[in-house]
C-alpha cells in the first residue's frame, strides 16, 4: 500500500519561524516597526502593549519572550486582556487651587 503525499499550492517557500525562548533578532525589529537601534525598538516595544521587553546588559540588545509575544498578540495580556474601565470624568482640585491662589496673592 502506496500513501499519496499532496503538496499545497505555496508550501513549498513556507519556512518555519525559530521556535527559541526569546524573539529572534530579525522578529524584535519586525515586531518594532523596523527600527535598528535597540533603544528605538525598545520604545516602540513598550508602547506596542509589550512590557516585559527589556535590553540585555551584557548584548546591548533587545530581549522579549515568545511566550509574552504571543500573549500580547493574542490580546491575553495588557489592555485589550481587561475589560474597559469605567470612565469616570476628571474633577478639579478646588482646594490646591485656591490654597495656591492665596499663596500667590500673599507672595
Do not use: C
Request: aromatic letters at 6%; hydrophobic letters at 40%; a positive charge.
Amino acid at each position: 500500500m502506496t500513501a499519496n503525499v499532496h503538496q499545497l499550492p505555496g508550501a513549498a517557500q513556507f519556512v518555519p519561524r525559530p521556535t527559541g525562548l526569546n524573539l529572534a533578532p530579525d522578529e524584535i525589529r519586525e515586531a518594532s516597526g523596523g527600527y535598528k537601534r535597540a533603544a528605538d525598538q525598545l520604545r516602540e516595544l513598550h508602547a506596542r502593549g509589550f512590557t516585559r521587553a527589556y535590553v540585555a546588559k551584557v548584548t546591548g540588545k533587545v530581549v522579549l519572550e515568545r511566550a509574552h509575544y504571543e500573549a500580547v498578540t493574542r490580546g491575553q495580556y495588557g489592555p485589550a486582556a481587561n475589560e474597559p474601565a469605567a470612565r469616570v470624568p476628571a474633577q478639579p482640585d478646588r482646594a490646591a487651587l485656591q490654597a495656591f491662589l492665596s499663596k500667590k496673592k500673599a507672595g
